[in-house]
């Protein structure tokens, strides 16, 4: 369904528009529409402290 997130600690935007920073991927994992209006991503259910875990993980992949 979504892109690949491999290399994802290399990339400098997410998805083409918010920098990517750590804050911006917790809201990004959060709620991707409060980035991107018209993104094909749901909003996930996913709590701010188990985003935050998770954006630890993608920061791993480089
Ligand atoms: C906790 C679960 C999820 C995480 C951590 C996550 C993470 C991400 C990230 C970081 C991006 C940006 C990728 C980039 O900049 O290249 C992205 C994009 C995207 N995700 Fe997710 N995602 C999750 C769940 C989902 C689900 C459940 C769906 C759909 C059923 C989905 C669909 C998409 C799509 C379609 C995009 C592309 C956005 C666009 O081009 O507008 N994601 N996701």
Redesign the pocket.
């Known amino acids: ?5 491999q290399s ?1 600690a290399a ?1 400098v ?4 528009i918010a920098i ?1 920073l750590t804050d911006n ?1 917790i809201q ?2 959060e709620n ?1 529409r409060s980035i ?1 209006p ?5 909003i ?1 259910g ?1 709590s701010r402290a188990e ?1 935050r875990h ?1 954006a630890a993980y ?1 920061y791993t992949l480089r």
Do not use: E, S
């Open positions: 369904m979504g892109p690949t997130l994802f990339r935007y997410i998805r083409g990517n991927l990004w994992i991707p991107a018209k993104t094909a991503m749901p996930t996913v985003a998770v993608l």
